[in-house]
């Protein structure tokens, strides 16, 4: 007998072009299977696309480093057959009795001929959809299957203007498929416009009834203290008799140590007819003061394992099911105060400051490990919101199983964009779709999949414009909102009255149960600038996307409505990206062009060009950011000042916004986090997952308790976004020459701080003073008086009005004496390093100031962003894979040669500047160019700066490749070698 349950096929897999194959897929599973990798044969990525597969095999050279996209031949050109391809593997399977097997494809661009042991199938149109095939009468009786998939690209794939311009030529919109593949202002075209078995194949084995799409659903009452658990499944009986079966749910949590607690188990008797499917409704199950699921700096994202089980008569166990699930409610309706779209999570106002997300890889190598990096990323920037593009996916059940695990809210839309669909250049067909069925099947299918996911938000039907009035008046009936989760009052409690009494049955009238609607929990936006986003009428009043001014986020007219769904600016990586992803030639630094008005207009390369930079100077309206520290002298020097100025530009736009939090801004959503390929604009961090210095601003300004300047008032603002007052707390500024001393010092006192305000408290009037300084470092520090617990640190580097940086220059010889004390705690290929630094230069008889980091927890969950050690899995993922329950110091061993300590020498007094860490495989040579990062690193806090007696713990988590040995290097403005810390 075949174990029941799921077996992924996601090795072993062989692909080949259609045009080099002279068998049918009838021979390929009888008589003629590949024997192996031989021509036309090769190891094929599944899941993945057939641009990948050449990649893989060197067929073709990676699109994404240098010009070499250019070099591949387009599907325009090449016609459609050139990118369909033969995919073919094999897989054991034997069944038993009365067992039965699907063979589930989760997702397929675009259609596809599926053969097995000498049968044809078929997996009809969308790129969006899942295809389950029952293969049971199919199978070869010894257990040996032959499976090919012949797939074809999408049936309009497009041609790409000499102009490129967003979508092409927007034919892709005439399927229901990601439309990013054409190129847009900030990716290349995706020369197979991403065909190919893109997602999860898997066989499923069942006995005679099988489970399919359970719907949870929790509706919560009382001030959330009663909740109650709704779920219904349909259930397919693929017998020949009636199946008498036993229905289980289980509900458990997880304790401590890997004790869990069954919270419900409850068993149905259900009677299901031969060949019949039915949808069963569970009786509600009953949870009092259940732990709830909170947003990313809310509070805590509790999971509950829910299970399904299936036992039939004269069987046993026929299929089962399983979903960690969060009890919260989602709300949002459009604020009077300031017309933009409130969110609310489980009563309590949520100011949104999030994202924009394309997808993970533009060729869709989409893998769990690179999800969970993703996702922590952004949880580590302490974002709350990342909205899913609608040129992009609709993401993977992986991305959202990460969103839930860091609670990360998700706004998913459909595949909708006001380019491709009713408007660009030239304007589009704006009956969207040439198939309005397929695209609201695949909708449909898409909600099934994602719907059981606490971090789900809101459905949006597309970017920049609403989907045809059909497709659209179809959405908003399928999404419409079950009453417990419409805006009937203020405080999340209903009328008792319209909850009815439920009980096990099979529906045949309108259904009454949350969980018998199709998601009935999340409400339905028609466009992503309408109904309280942007102006809210679907007028281009999102961005701007350049450079700007940093006082300028601070400013009445930068913004005028409450949300805005997307605003963007530069984001240029570290060097070694560049030096990574390009050739020499593209190593060359932008040329600095002055023009008639005064400004200086950037000139870059050919390469950066074609990777899409973003200019640091907008002529007529910002001058050169970069240039404010003087003209860089080489890749390194202009790639450090840039880093500078991500870090200016991604604190002061969140903290702009936060300064009007409520009184003009509901949420903000920065175009965009990420890039899905080697870009050179608008990222927190880049392709290859190294962090920008704009990671490290996004992460300061978006603390939930923070302080910083107003650079348009100059007044210090206290921020607190959480649900309890902020008392008994204090806020320290220090004002630093470029010498080292301290001319401005000054301690508020016994302040306190509302929850959800943003509360003005003085204004520092250093700048005003006779004998100010041209540069000057600022140092605020939010703490509460009790222990001198730090909540809050903040530091800016300042000019006065009308000057510049370039003081910073001479600044950098400067030999600041550093102490950097380290340990190494390591789990087989897993380390992670805590660090302690102290910069020991200090003027006699300077003032008593804080300089000690003392963590303080948020929320009673011990969060502290400068000195958190954060378990390298959590608690909730290593229960799924089977990881030990432990915290960071019992599942780390103590290397054997305990603390280590370097110390950097230096004789003069001031600010350590700009320091940053990384990562790099130990190598005695390397040649030029070549990347000796070890990536993805995750840091506590990355590119700060200490002033002179500061002290910081630091701490550094990553996997090594095998054979490996990292060190850690630090570098910063006036520490210029990469001094080795470990």
């Not at 969970?372 to 040129?391: E, P, Q, S, V, Y």
């Not at 608008?682 to 392709?687: E, K, L, P, R």
């Not at 960071?888 to 860490?917: M, P, Q, W, Y």
Request: hydrophobic share 35%; net charge negative.
């Amino acid at each position: 007998m075949a174990p029941i349950g799921k077996t992924k096929l996601d090795s072993g897999w062989l692909a080949a072009r259609s045009t080099g194959i002279d068998l049918t897929g009838i021979q390929l599973t009888t008589t003629h299977p590949p024997s192996g990798p031989d021509l036309p044969w090769m190891e094929a990525v599944v899941p993945g696309t057939v641009l990948a597969t050449l990649v893989k095999n060197k067929l073709v050279p990676d699109p994404f480093y240098g010009l070499e996209n250019e070099s591949i031949i387009d599907i325009a050109d090449s016609g459609r057959e050139h990118y369909t391809f033969w995919f073919f593997t094999t897989f054991q399977c034997k069944l038993s009795g009365n067992q039965h097997v699907d063979i589930n494809f989760r997702a397929i661009n675009y259609s596809a001929e599926v053969y097995l042991n000498g049968h044809k199938r078929i997996l009809p149109k969308g790129m969006f959809r899942r295809h389950s095939l029952d293969v049971t009468d199919i199978l070869h009786p010894d257990g040996e299957n032959l499976l090919a998939v012949l797939v074809h690209p999408p049936d309009h794939p497009g041609r790409i203007p000499p102009e490129g311009g967003q979508g092409g030529d927007h034919e892709i919109g005439k399927d229901v498929a990601a439309q990013y593949v054409e190129g847009w202002d900030w990716i290349i075209p995706i020369r197979d416009r991403n065909t190919g078995i893109w997602d999860e194949v898997s066989i499923y084995v069942t006995g005679p009834v099988k489970i399919v799409d359970p719907h949870l659903v929790s509706s919560l009452f009382d001030n959330y203290k009663r909740v109650y658990l709704h779920t219904t499944t349909e259930l397919v009986n693929r017998s020949a008799w009636v199946a008498e079966c036993s229905l289980n749910v289980q509900v458990t949590t997880e304790l401590e140590g890997s004790i869990f607690l069954v919270e419900h188990l409850h068993t149905e008797h259900v009677s299901i007819s031969p060949g019949a499917s039915v949808q069963y409704t569970f009786p509600q199950l009953f949870f009092y003061k259940p732990n709830l699921w909170w947003p990313n700096g809310m509070g805590k994202q509790s999971l509950y394992d829910v299970a399904i089980s299936l036992d039939v008569k004269g069987f046993g166990e026929s299929d089962s099911w399983s979903q960690h699930f969060g009890f919260r409610k989602i709300e949002s309706h459009i604020d009077s105060v300031t017309g933009g779209r409130l969110f609310k999570v489980n009563g309590q106002p949520v100011f949104i400051r999030g994202g924009n997300w394309i997808l993970s890889d533009g060729l869709l190598r989409l893998s769990k490990k690179r999800y969970k990096t993703d996702i922590k990323f952004h949880a580590d920037m302490n974002l709350n919101m990342i909205r899913c593009w609608g040129g992009g996916l609709a993401e993977r059940p992986e991305f959202y199983h990460y969103c839930d695990i860091y609670g990360l809210l998700v706004w998913q839309e459909f595949w909708i964009t006001g380019d491709c669909d009713g408007r660009g250049v030239p304007i589009s067909n704006p009956d969207g779709p040439l198939d309005h069925e397929l695209f609201l099947l695949c909708a449909r299918d898409t909600v099934k999949l994602l719907r059981n996911h606490p971090s789900l938000a809101l459905w949006v039907g597309g970017n920049e414009q609403v989907p045809p009035k059909d497709i659209n008046k179809a959405l908003k009936n399928d999404l419409k909102l079950h009453p417990f989760f419409e805006n009937s009052t203020e405080n999340g409690n209903v009328k008792e009255e319209i909850f009815p009494v439920l009980k096990g049955a099979n529906i045949t009238a309108e259904p009454k149960d949350p969980s018998q609607y199709l998601d009935g929990t999340r409400i339905y936006i028609q466009g992503s600038m309408w109904d309280g986003f942007a102006n809210g009428k679907g007028d281009f009043t999102d961005g701007p996307y350049e450079i700007q001014y940093p006082e300028s986020f601070f400013e009445d007219e930068f913004y005028k409505y409450g949300f805005n769904p997307e605003v963007g600016s530069v984001g240029i990586p570290v060097a070694a990206t560049i030096r990574a992803t390009m050739p020499p030639v593209g190593w060359q630094i932008p040329l600095f062009k002055k023009v008639d008005n005064g400004y200086v207009e950037e000139v870059p390369n050919p390469t950066w060009q074609y990777h899409k930079y973003i200019p640091y100077s907008k002529p007529g309206k910002v001058h050169d950011q970069i240039l404010m520290y003087g003209t860089p002298m080489d890749l390194d020097d202009f790639c450090l000042k840039a880093q500078l100025v991500n870090y200016v530009q991604y604190r002061s736009l969140l903290e702009g916004w936060t300064s009007r939090m409520w009184s003009k801004y509901t949420g903000v959503l920065i175009w965009k986090n990420q890039n899905p390929w080697t870009g050179l604009r608008g990222q927190f961090y880049d392709h290859l997952h190294d962090q920008t210095a704009g990671f490290y601003g996004c992460r300061s300004a978006a603390e939930p308790i923070h302080v910083q300047l107003n650079l348009a008032t100059y007044f210090i603002e206290a921020v607190n976004t959480t649900s309890e007052e902020l008392s008994d707390v204090a806020i320290e500024v220090s004002v630093w020459d470029l010498e080292g001393a301290c001319p401005y010092y000054k301690v508020y006192e016994k302040l306190s701080v509302p929850s959800k305000k943003t509360v003005p408290i003085f204004e520092l009037k250093y700048p005003k003073s006779k004998n100010a300084k041209p540069v000057y470092f600022l140092l605020l520090k939010l703490y509460t008086m009790s222990d001198y617990g730090i909540l809050s640190r903040n530091f800016y580097w300042l000019h006065l009005s009308g000057g510049d940086y370039k003081l910073l220059e001479p600044y950098r010889k400067k030999k600041i004496p550093l102490k950097i004390t380290s340990q190494a705690f390591i789990r087989g290929s897993t380390y992670e390093i805590r660090m302690h630094l102290q910069n020991k230069s200090r003027k006699p008889g300077s003032k008593n100031l804080l300089y000690k980091n003392i963590c303080t927890g948020r929320n009673g969950e011990g969060d502290c962003d400068m000195a958190s050690l954060e378990p390298v899995h959590r608690k909730i993922e290593q229960k799924q894979e089977g990881g030990l329950i432990q915290s960071i110091c019992k599942s780390f061993s103590r290397e054997t040669n305990g603390l280590r300590v370097a110390e950097i020498n230096g004789t003069d007094v001031g600010v350590a500047f700009f320091l940053h860490f990384s990562v790099h495989a130990s190598k005695k040579e390397h040649k030029e160019g070549e990347d000796t990062r070890i990536l993805p690193v995750h840091y506590s806090n990355n590119y700060f700066s200490l002033v002179p007696g500061e002290e910081m713990p630091i701490t550094l988590s990553f996997e090594v490749p095998p054979g490996v040995t990292p060190r850690v290097t630090l570098n910063g403005w006036n520490y210029h070698s990469g001094h080795h810390i470990y």
